[in-house]
């Protein structure tokens, strides 16, 4: 299996998305360039920072066409906080188009709540899916975001969590996985969600 | 339902955790990684690290803790002490902290915190406030130390209506700025969350100060950690239902023994406030 290839545009730390694979026992580098995408089984993109100066990177880096080739081409891809996000037509953060992947839109929680929605929610699958094999139905996951996605079809919705709207907190469609929350600080469950990327997305198609 | 966080604080100096969990079966209870190890079993929500050495020269000891916690638990990293630049923020988050909080470099130069806010994302930057009590027959608060200009010697400075003001240099340096207006002004600049503590009730496990915690809660659009004073279970779940906190944090009444933490998330779940089971 080639190494898992960690989409980075040098815009904070993603050190323990990387650590999470590894402890899994699994390789993952972080790659800023296309051609470093060859190599590798599968992409994960955890986005950083703001979806304006975010999808920016992406272009400066000569990033995002490669991203969407990739999940054109079918092979493993997984989203997480910002890297959901992005996966939309449309953020409201700084009115930013992203890579139009999902149809849809990004928007703020409305005022009133507390933002960022942060700390430990649960999630509600619409069915069950396999990269949540064994994980037990009341597992909280680790959520810090200020905007949450908002699909058109709601069809890509494979999750959702209530944070004073029900939101789309887990995307998934055939080699598209995305999460609103970060399994890398989500403990046990979290480490069990990267496991059964690799495994049941990653594996069975190499 | 988001639940409430219940957060244990260790103190770090030197690459070691000093006050650490004497009781617990630990090889070596003064060794971050196997205390946080050991605090993510029993259910802790996330982790604050403190950098209280004193001098420059060990500061770098820190981002070694952090690097080797962070390989090994995956639960949220919050890393204060000393952090005075966006330099210093960055190293910390490239570490493997997921959330930096600044303290006293954030009164004296409100700029850096908002650039490191800007660099960062909200999310990353925690507003780190010790307040206390202001007599009602004190001399007026002195801004001194603020540069011109500070908003501290203007619209956030200590009036008739202040109840707390905000100290720095760990407490021993009176600001003259009110810590409501505070906790309200660096969420403007950015800040994602306040950990706020109590000067009055710290160390004293009487509980938190209620009155602040909720005050502040109350008042800013953003998370609010209380500290500062918790002696038992009961105070814990205190700052989550009376106080209106995010979440409680605490040092010395876990280190008193095991499943503390889980006794806390019982107490809270039979008031019918949210807390996250751990499996």
Same mark, same amino acid.
């Given at each position: 299996?080639?190494?898992? %290839?960690?989409?980075?545009?040098?815009?904070?730390?993603? &050190?323990?998305?990387?650590?999470?694979?590894?402890?899994?026992g699994?390789p993952?580098?972080?790659?800023?360039?296309?051609?470093?995408?060859?190599?590798?089984?599968?992409?994960?993109?955890?986005?950083?920072? %703001?979806?304006?100066?975010?999808?920016?990177?992406?272009?400066?880096?000569?990033?995002?066409?490669?991203? &969407?080739?990739?999940?054109?081409?079918? &092979?493993?891809?997984?989203?997480?906080?910002?890297?959901?996000?992005?996966?939309?037509?449309?953020?409201?953060?700084?009115?930013?188009?992203?890579?139009?992947?999902?149809?849809?839109?990004?928007?703020?929680?409305?005022?009133?709540?507390?933002?960022?929605?942060?700390?430990?929610?649960?999630?509600?699958?619409?069915?069950?899916?396999p990269?949540?094999?064994?994980?037990?139905?009341?597992?909280?996951?680790?959520?810090?975001?200020?905007?949450? %996605?908002?699909?058109?079809?709601?069809?890509?919705?494979?999750?959702?969590?209530?944070?004073?709207?029900?939101?789309?907190?887990?995307?998934a469609?055939?080699?598209?996985?995305?999460?609103?929350?970060?399994?890398?600080?989500?403990? %046990?469950?979290?480490?069990?969600?990267?496991?059964?990327?690799?495994?049941?997305?990653?594996?069975?198609?190499? | 339902?988001?639940?409430?966080?219940?957060?244990?604080?260790?103190?770090?100096?030197?690459?070691?955790?000093?006050?650490?969990?004497?009781?617990?079966?630990?090889?070596?209870?003064?060794?971050?990684?196997?205390?946080?190890?050991?605090?993510?079993?029993?259910?802790?929500?996330?982790?604050?690290?403190?950098?209280?050495?004193?001098?420059s020269?060990?500061?770098?000891t820190?981002?070694?803790?952090v690097?080797?916690?962070?390989?090994?638990?995956?639960?949220?990293?919050?890393?204060?002490?000393?952090?005075?630049t966006?330099?210093?923020?960055?190293?910390?988050l490239n570490?493997?902290?997921?959330?930096?909080?600044?303290?006293?470099?954030?009164?004296?130069?409100?700029d850096?915190?908002?650039?490191?806010?800007?660099?960062?994302?909200n999310?990353?930057?925690?507003?780190?406030i010790?307040?206390?009590?202001?007599?009602?027959?004190?001399?007026a @608060?002195?801004?001194?130390?603020?540069?011109?200009?500070h908003?501290?010697k203007?619209?956030?400075?200590?009036?008739?209506?202040?109840?707390?003001?905000?100290?720095?240099?760990?407490?021993?340096?009176?600001?003259?700025?009110?810590?409501?207006?505070?906790?309200?002004?660096?969420?403007?600049?950015?800040?994602?969350?306040?950990?706020?503590?109590?000067?009055?009730?710290?160390?004293?496990?009487?509980?938190y100060?209620?009155?602040?915690?909720? @005050?502040?809660?109350?008042?800013?659009?953003?998370?609010?950690?209380?500290?500062?004073?918790?002696?038992?279970?009961?105070?814990?779940?205190?700052?989550?239902?009376?106080?209106?906190?995010? @979440?409680?944090?605490?040092?010395?009444i876990?280190?008193?023994?095991?499943?503390?933490?889980?006794?806390?998330?019982?107490?809270?779940?039979?008031?019918?406030?949210?807390?996250?089971?751990?499996?």
């Open positions: 299996m080639g190494p898992i %290839a960690i989409i980075d545009y040098g815009a904070g730390n993603l &050190r323990s998305v990387q650590k999470a694979f590894e402890r899994l699994y993952a580098r972080f790659v800023s360039s296309p051609g470093e995408l060859d190599s590798a089984s599968a992409v994960v993109f955890p986005g950083q920072g %703001a979806s304006p100066q975010a999808v920016a990177a992406l272009n400066a880096h000569g990033m995002a066409d490669p991203i &969407r080739d990739w999940i054109a081409d079918g &092979r493993p891809f997984f989203g997480v906080c910002l890297g959901l996000q992005l996966l939309l037509d449309h953020s409201e953060e700084g009115d930013t188009p992203a890579l139009g992947i999902v149809p849809g839109h990004v928007r703020r929680f409305e005022p009133g709540l507390k933002v960022p929605h942060m700390g430990w929610n649960s999630v509600a699958l619409r069915q069950p899916h990269l949540f094999d064994g994980v037990p139905e009341s597992s909280y996951f680790y959520f810090v975001h200020s905007y949450y %996605a908002a699909p058109d079809d709601p069809s890509w919705t494979a999750g959702e969590t209530t944070y004073g709207v029900n939101f789309t907190s887990f995307i469609r055939d080699n598209v996985v995305a999460t609103q929350f970060h399994p890398e600080k989500s403990g %046990a469950p979290g480490l069990m969600l990267y496991d059964n990327f690799v495994k049941r997305l990653v594996r069975e198609q190499a | 339902m988001l639940t409430k966080r219940i957060i244990p604080c260790l103190d770090v100096t030197g690459g070691r955790v000093v006050k650490g969990a004497s009781f617990v079966n630990l090889r070596d209870a003064g060794d971050p990684v196997e205390l946080a190890a050991f605090y993510d079993r029993e259910g802790a929500d996330e982790l604050v690290f403190l950098d209280i050495t004193a001098s020269d060990g500061r770098d820190i981002i070694d803790v690097e080797h916690v962070s390989e090994q638990v995956f639960i949220p990293l919050t890393v204060g002490g000393g952090v005075r966006v330099e210093d923020v960055r190293k910390l570490a493997g902290a997921d959330k930096v909080s600044m303290n006293t470099a954030a009164v004296l130069n409100p850096a915190f908002a650039a490191a806010t800007a660099a960062f994302g999310q990353c930057l925690v507003i780190a010790d307040a206390r009590r202001i007599a009602p027959d004190s001399p @608060a002195d801004p001194s130390l603020l540069a011109d200009g908003p501290g203007g619209a956030l400075a200590v009036g008739p209506g202040s109840r707390w003001e905000v100290y720095i240099h760990g407490g021993r340096t009176p600001t003259g700025i009110d810590a409501v207006r505070w906790a309200e002004y660096t969420a403007e600049l950015g800040a994602g969350e306040v950990l706020l503590t109590s000067m009055d009730a710290d160390g004293h496990q009487d509980g100060d209620l009155e602040l915690t909720r @005050a502040v809660a109350d008042a800013v659009p953003i998370p609010v950690i209380a500290s500062g004073g918790a002696g038992c279970i009961e105070h814990l779940a205190q700052a989550v239902t009376d106080g209106h906190a995010d @979440a409680a944090l605490a040092a010395s876990f280190h008193y023994g095991q499943h503390v933490i889980a006794d806390v998330k019982r107490s809270l779940a039979a008031q019918g406030i949210p807390t996250r089971e751990v499996h």
